[in-house]
């Protein structure tokens, strides 16, 4: 407030408070981004960038390409303007792009929407090569992604590669937050836009929010600009990182045979592969009165759910050290005994 008075209180321009973009043109800078900061709008966290772009661009029965797995809150919302979801078939390192080129020419998606650092729910990265790789298909189809990186800074191992944004930049919208890493309730999310799409963004989010709160944004731009930012990530990432390692430690020890799980470089989760005839979704409500939680992998799908019931994601992020092997312990008797009734029918 002493730095910027009654300016922080009062209603600002729709595309975000100018001290906080020219601080999130140097966050993205850092991500091999590098674009002005006319291109760049603040929007109420990742899910209201997301609604901003759909806004902006979906209709009824238009169809949106999706890796598989993805985001379950994703799908909703795509689905929610209407949209048809379309999985394109992936692998470890993400989309593959033959499947994606062979998607493409058989539909004009409106959208192709990727999570490629630390995806959610899977925590796989997908590499340079790649990104290079699907960038071509996206560029040659002259195809539109949305590029979902929240996850970004909490990297445990290994070197930051870029954003795949820097890949194909006149045909990805970039969307990223500060709620995994400063706070959910400041509602941040960051995103660059392709113009044409900026402008649409800007006069919708001026008809319908005014904007993003301009208190929370001055908030955000004085914490990127100081060095408790620095701090903070440090802070997180080593306590973050440490979850991660005893969950992988707690899941080799404790689960039965047959399962399967990640070991990501960064970001909250860690995704499980059961055994077939393992149901993720039955099994959680054996968890649920031992106390433990997760989120069934038939819900990071577009089609084919009930394929897929044997999956699901942990997420180590709000969990304390000192529960993760008691919990983990607890959820492998509920896998180890599910599986065991399973094949005594």
Same mark, same amino acid.
């Given at each position: 407030?002493? #730095?910027?008075?009654?300016?922080?209180?009062?209603?600002?321009?729709?595309?975000?408070? %100018?001290?906080?973009?020219?601080?999130? =043109?140097?966050? +993205?800078?850092?991500?091999?981004?590098?674009?002005?900061?006319?291109? /760049?709008?603040?929007?109420? %966290?990742?899910?209201?960038?997301?609604?901003? $772009?759909?806004?902006?661009? +979906?209709?009824?029965?238009?169809?949106v390409l999706v890796e598989t797995?993805?985001?379950?809150?994703?799908?909703?919302?795509?689905?929610?303007?209407?949209?048809? $979801?379309?999985?394109?078939?992936?692998?470890?390192?993400?989309?593959?792009?033959?499947?994606?080129?062979?998607?493409?020419?058989?539909?004009?998606?409106?959208?192709?929407?990727?999570?490629?650092?630390?995806?959610?729910?899977?925590?796989?990265?997908?590499?340079?090569?790649?990104?290079?790789?699907?960038?071509?298909?996206? $560029?040659?189809?002259?195809?539109? @992604?949305?590029?979902?990186d929240v996850y970004a800074d909490?990297?445990?191992?290994?070197?930051?590669?870029?954003?795949?944004?820097?890949f194909a930049p006149n045909n990805?919208?970039?969307?990223?937050?500060?709620? #995994?890493?400063?706070?959910?309730? /400041?509602?941040?999310?960051?995103?660059?836009?392709?113009?044409?799409? +900026?402008?649409?963004?800007?006069?919708?989010?001026?008809?319908?929010?005014?904007?993003?709160?301009?208190?929370?944004?001055?908030?955000?731009?004085?914490?990127? @600009?100081?060095?408790?930012?620095?701090?903070?990530?440090?802070?997180?990432?080593? @306590?973050?990182? =440490? #979850?991660?390692?005893?969950?992988?430690? @707690?899941?080799? #020890?404790?689960?039965?045979?047959?399962?399967?799980?990640?070991?990501?470089? %960064?970001?909250?989760? $860690?995704?499980?592969?059961?055994?077939?005839?393992?149901?993720?979704?039955?099994?959680?409500?054996? =968890?649920?009165?031992?106390?433990?939680?997760?989120?069934?992998?038939?819900?990071?799908?577009?089609?084919?759910?009930?394929?897929?019931?044997?999956?699901?994601?942990?997420?180590? =992020?709000?969990?304390?050290?000192?529960?993760?092997?008691?919990?983990?312990?607890? +959820?492998?008797?509920?896998? %180890?005994?599910?599986?065991?009734?399973?094949?005594?029918?």
């Amino acid at each position: 407030m002493t #730095k910027y008075g009654n300016r922080a209180l009062q209603y600002g321009m729709p595309q975000g408070f %100018g001290p906080l973009l020219e601080q999130a =043109a140097h966050l +993205l800078s850092e991500r091999w981004i590098r674009c002005p900061a006319d291109n /760049i709008h603040i929007a109420t %966290g990742r899910s209201g960038a997301l609604h901003n $772009v759909c806004r902006a661009v +979906l209709g009824a029965g238009d169809v949106v390409l999706v890796e598989t797995p993805t985001h379950g809150p994703a799908l909703e919302m795509f689905q929610s303007y209407g949209a048809t $979801v379309t999985s394109v078939e992936s692998d470890e390192a993400g989309l593959l792009p033959e499947a994606l080129d062979e998607a493409l020419a058989r539909t004009s998606a409106a959208l192709v929407y990727l999570l490629p650092t630390f995806q959610n729910p899977t925590g796989r990265t997908m590499p340079t090569t790649r990104r290079a790789e699907v960038a071509e298909v996206i $560029v040659r189809r002259n195809a539109l @992604a949305v590029e979902d990186d929240v996850y970004a800074d909490l990297r445990y191992r290994g070197r930051p590669i870029p954003a795949f944004w820097a890949f194909a930049p006149n045909n990805t919208v970039y969307i990223t937050s500060l709620s #995994k890493t400063l706070a959910p309730a /400041i509602r941040i999310g960051i995103a660059v836009l392709p113009p044409d799409v +900026l402008s649409t963004v800007s006069a919708l989010e001026h008809g319908i929010g005014m904007q993003t709160s301009t208190l929370c944004q001055a908030i955000a731009a004085e914490f990127l @600009a100081s060095p408790f930012m620095a701090e903070h990530l440090q802070t997180i990432t080593e @306590a973050y990182s =440490a #979850k991660l390692q005893l969950l992988c430690t @707690a899941l080799g #020890k404790y689960f039965p045979g047959g399962f399967r799980w990640t070991e990501p470089d %960064g970001g909250l989760f $860690v995704w499980v592969d059961g055994p077939p005839g393992f149901d993720a979704d039955a099994a959680l409500d054996r =968890a649920l009165l031992r106390d433990v939680a997760f989120r069934p992998g038939s819900a990071f799908y577009a089609d084919d759910a009930l394929l897929h019931r044997n999956t699901m994601r942990l997420s180590f =992020a709000g969990v304390r050290s000192e529960q993760v092997l008691p919990g983990i312990d607890a +959820l492998a008797a509920v896998c %180890g005994n599910y599986r065991e009734s399973r094949e005594g029918e």
